[in-house]
């Protein structure tokens, strides 16, 4: 077979990835053996290593220990609908990350003061080392992890307030544009950022997945008055979702 100027591995891995696209190797069929590659693609074991080890990383294939790798069953995305307008109400956590109402779902929180790291600071516009209140939450739906959120708020604003602790105190569980109104701090906007990047070990460990796979990771900030007074980063599985945005025209 001839390559080209396309290094061998790529070709080889860009082969097999199709014939997974096409169905030729379905879900749950093992993938070619690296003795079969090299035969069949006339190249070295290098070569059918590598090819197999960029499938791995793009998540198409999942070795199973001392049976060989097999190809995985690619989950239809799901929509993560996020709305440009909110409104006051018994907005939770969940709703307040996924503006979709049909969806129904359940969170786990943990809270806990720390200095701002210079990233948060600089998001917050205070200090580095200045007092947050760090909350984590792991977001279920039907039991299932689906998304991760990490929110930092500053210290200086909601310090010994009813609001200090989202998930504890008169208005526990409720969304930041409720707390902050408890408070008479009026939220007005919010910027929200979509990037991606691999999966931190600790973070594929909670939502299900493989160290390295890619997630979605939305930096979200409220702001009352142009002042920031949360910023959060979510994320999600990025072969499993979607960010969808209803912008309203004004």
């Known amino acids: ?59 198409l294939v999942e070795g199973r220990s001392g049976s060989g790798t097999y190809v995985r069953e690619l989950p239809e995305p799901a929509r993560v609908l996020r709305a440009g307008r909110r409104t006051l109400g018994r907005a939770g956590p969940f709703r307040q990350e996924q503006a979709d109402e049909q969806v129904k779902g359940a969170w786990e929180s943990c809270s806990e003061q720390q200095e701002a790291s210079p990233a948060v ?27 991760l959120s990490t929110s930092w708020e500053p210290l200086a604003l909601t310090g010994r307030t009813p609001v200090m602790l989202p998930e504890e105190g008169p208005l526990a569980g409720q969304g930041v544009v409720e707390r902050m109104a408890a408070i008479d701090v009026v939220v007005d906007n919010v910027l929200e950022e979509v990037g991606a990047r691999p999966g931190r070990a600790d973070e594929m460990t909670a939502l299900g997945g493989v160290a390295g796979h890619g997630v979605l990771v939305i930096a979200r900030t409220f702001y009352a008055g142009g002042l920031p007074v949360e910023t959060a980063d979510v994320v999600l ?14």
């Open 1 to 59: 077979m001839a390559f080209g100027e396309q290094p061998a591995y790529l070709r080889v891995a860009g082969d097999l990835r199709q014939k997974i696209f096409d169905g030729v190797l379905p879900p749950h069929s093992r993938l070619p053996s690296q003795a079969k590659i090299r035969a069949h693609y006339g190249v070295s074991d290098t070569v059918a290593l590598e090819a197999r080890k960029i499938l791995m990383a793009e998540g």
């Open 237 to 250: 599985p990025a072969d499993r979702f979607r960010a969808t945005y209803h912008l309203p025209i004004r």
């Open 121 to 147: 600071a600089t998001r917050l516009r205070i200090e580095a080392g200045a007092r947050v209140m760090c909350t984590r939450y792991v977001f279920r739906t039907d039991g299932d992890p689906v998304m």
